[in-house]
């Protein structure tokens, strides 16, 4: 009896614990800066909240940043999709 206590008291503190180690962050996502329509379709270098640099690429964007020293150190950078109004629809 003592051991089937024991067990099912084993048992809910091992599954309690495993939600802990569940629980996932909330991540806030980067937001888009609202002037980024110029550079639709473009990968862009953002620092401060201003473009930095601009490129149809990200092996092309790259280089750019590294020139610009210090003044890139620190940039993000993203893409900026074009605006479409397609739909896409998934059949599963």
């Not at 953002?46 to 610009?68: F, Q, T």
């Amino acid at each position: 009896m003592l051991i089937r206590l024991w067990r099912a008291a084993w048992r809910v503190a091992y599954l309690c614990g495993m939600g802990r180690g569940r629980r996932t962050r909330h991540v806030e996502p980067e937001r888009a800066l609202p002037g980024l329509d110029k550079w639709s379709g473009m990968w862009v270098a953002v620092k401060d909240g201003k473009v930095i640099a601009a490129a149809y690429n990200s092996r092309d964007l790259v280089p750019m940043v590294r020139e610009l020293g210090e003044v890139g150190h620190g940039a993000i950078a993203q893409f900026v999709p074009p605006h479409t109004d397609e739909i896409v629809i998934g059949v599963g």
